[in-house]
């Protein structure tokens, strides 16, 4: 038997940042993994430029920059052009090229360094949950064991056992189409190649080879048919209308245009984030994206509710805000989808010349990449949004917001020296800034997003409902 705070089931994207959260709050955690090493090939190539400002608030997002190519437009599907980021709502302008797996080879050190157990080629088969806790069993291959948690956090993707086994509705559409992706290399150019009846091969480069992306024809009743190098070939000569020789595959794969949603998110002691919660068409490269930011939201929430501190209703503000964002994800993803499909449909144009207006790519981008986040709506422009990570001074030291975040902790940022008395549960941190004239103090979440801003004349007033909403019970200076 093992006992844990959290149990963990799924090393990907989702699973490692919510396990390095967790432990940076001091949470003991557990991931069971049931691969036993990280697959040889990657299946998603970006970080998007909201995934990289919630890196940023944790310190992670320099390195991987450093790492990947910068490329100064969201992805979008189905419209002419791109949509750019210069102006955007972000501190990060851009989509970095980086392999998914490189990302989480990151996020794994992180969260190893920070204590967590990864427990790999281990496989949760089942749990049953108390009021207390919840018990998982665990197959290594060889035998099975128990392992005792407080909370489970079903981060295992699509086909999430843990979603099953919770009872957790998945409503949604049925894909209406498949398509098969082969890593091969091949003469073919990049881009598309369009055969005589008017559809196309995609070919995406990759490093030292390209990655084949062809509709198909007649898919088998069983979508987990293995994808051969014999039926990918047929498919393309057929799309083609002329045999185009693939070699050296190095993955094959099937996907379709499905998309669900998770009904709940949280389930009493068990969770859901990432694609255990939310599946969507292949539009706009999002879905990495959308995992981190579902465990970003959700570590610092589950860390204060096992250790006893969280305010009354604060985890199910994490199905609340990314519930809310996952349906905005499924909206988005099939409307690219439809557009693609649209042709000359007057509503398709009208959102080509929307997108062809400065202002109306921006606010598309925003949109597209979940930049537009706000858990708050109404108030000041910072309420309920990620702040921006402006330049700062403190104690005669130049520093930046985002800084600020690095611990996991929730921040009064106090830019008139007079919310020193406010330092139960909280960073107070006095400082002073160029670029925020009409702002005297800002609580921020442990995830960045603005809980209370306060404003030349306002005050307090306001502050400790926001702090006993997001921050718990603590006591509030006599002044307020
Ligand atoms: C071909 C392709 C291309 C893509 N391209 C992009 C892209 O360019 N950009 C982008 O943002 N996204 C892309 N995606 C989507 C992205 O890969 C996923 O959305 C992302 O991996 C989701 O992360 P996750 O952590 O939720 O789930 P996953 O990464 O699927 O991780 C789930 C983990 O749980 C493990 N697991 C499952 N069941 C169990 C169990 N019972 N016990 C223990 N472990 C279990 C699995 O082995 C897996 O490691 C692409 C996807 C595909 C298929």
């Known amino acids: 038997m093992l006992e844990t705070d959290v149990l963990i089931a799924g090393a990907g994207p989702a699973g490692l940042l919510l396990a390095a959260e967790l432990a940076l709050a001091g949470v003991r955690t557990t991931i069971v993994e049931r691969l036993p090493e990280r697959p040889p090939y990657c299946r998603g190539f970006n970080l998007n430029a909201r995934a990289l400002d919630l890196l940023a608030r944790r310190g992670l997002a320099e390195g991987l920059v450093a790492e990947g190519h910068r490329v100064p437009h969201a992805p979008v599907t189905g419209l002419p052009g791109p949509l750019l980021l210069d102006g955007a709502a972000t501190d990060h302008p851009f989509s970095l090229g980086i392999p998914q797996t490189r990302v989480e080879e990151v996020l794994e050190a992180r969260a190893l360094e920070l204590g967590v157990e990864i427990l790999r080629g281990h496989d949760l088969r089942s ?77 995406i480069p990759r490093p030292g080879y390209v990655r084949i992306v062809v509709r198909e024809d007649d898919p088998p009743s069983d979508k987990n048919t293995p994808v051969t190098l014999e039926r990918l070939q047929a498919q393309v000569d057929a799309v083609l209308g002329r ?32 694609d255990a919660a939310h599946i969507h068409p292949p539009a706009g490269a999002i879905g990495v994206n959308v995992a981190l930011d579902d465990a970003f939201n959700l570590g610092w929430k589950l860390a204060a509710t096992v250790h006893g501190t969280a305010p009354e ?34 509503w398709a144009d009208l959102m080509r010349r929307v997108a062809a207006h400065p202002a109306g790519n921006r606010a598309l981008a925003e949109i597209i990449t979940g930049l537009d986040a706000c858990y708050e709506p109404g108030g000041h422009p910072w309420l309920g949004r ?36 406010w330092s139960a549960g909280m960073e107070v941190v006095a400082a002073s800034s160029s670029s925020t004239s009409d702002i005297e103090a800002v609580l921020l979440r442990p995830d960045g997003h603005v809980a209370w801003v306060g404003t030349p004349g306002s005050g307090e007033a306001g502050l400790a409902a926001a702090v006993h909403r997001w921050v718990g019970d603590v006591p509030v200076p006599a002044s307020a």
């Open 313 to 346: 209703g604060l985890l199910d503000t994490y199905h609340e805000e990314r519930h809310a964002a996952g349906s905005r994800i499924l909206a988005n993803t099939r409307a690219q989808v439809a557009l693609e499909e649209a042709g000359e449909e007057p």
């Open 243 to 274: 045999h185009v020789e693939l070699r050296a595959p190095r993955w094959l794969s099937r996907f379709g245009d499905a998309a669900r949603l998770a009904s709940r998110y949280r389930s009493g002691r068990v969770l859901l984030a990432g």
């Open 127 to 203: 749990f049953t949950q108390s009021a207390d806790d919840v018990a998982a069993v665990v197959h290594n291959g060889r035998f099975g064991r128990t392992v005792r948690a407080r909370f489970l956090a079903g981060c295992d993707g699509s086909r999430s056992i843990v979603r099953k086994q919770a009872g957790i509705d998945f409503p949604g559409a049925d894909a209406r189409w498949y398509a098969l992706l082969g890593d091969v290399e091949c003469e073919l150019p990049y881009g598309p190649s369009a055969g005589p009846d008017g559809r196309s091969v995609f070919v």
């Open 386 to 421: 990620l702040a921006p990570d402006v330049p700062l001074q403190v104690s005669g030291t130049e520093t930046h917001l985002a800084a600020l975040l690095h611990a996991g902790r929730p921040v009064l940022l106090d830019l008139t020296g007079s919310f020193a008395a």
